[in-house]
């Protein structure tokens, strides 16, 4: 994905200021929601384990979603993210 490119390229060519939050808090919850899924998993409670995997499957779209975001606001910044469209 474009986004989680420019994401990574983010100490050489800055990004917004609301760009910078979100996706280290999405992380932090995908790995929570890890966490609990596997102990959902192990212990044989299919609620804690559903629980987890939602919990893991929400953030990871909403993070998606915020790379896609992320180039939209950025592919106009350098010549190298506007050739990715062509």
Sequence with gaps: MHGERVWM???NVLIPKYHYYLPNI???SQGIGAIVFIW???KLQIWLTILG???MI???LW?????VW???DMK?????YKSWLY
């Design 9 to 11: 390229n983010r100490k």
């Design 26 to 28: 999405f992380y932090i």
């Design 40 to 42: 959902g998993a192990g």
């Design 53 to 55: 995997g939602v919990i």
């Design 58 to 60: 929400i953030c990871k």
């Design 63 to 67: 993070f998606a979603d915020r790379m």
């Design 70 to 72: 992320l180039y939209e």
């Design 76 to 80: 106009d910044a350098t010549p190298e």
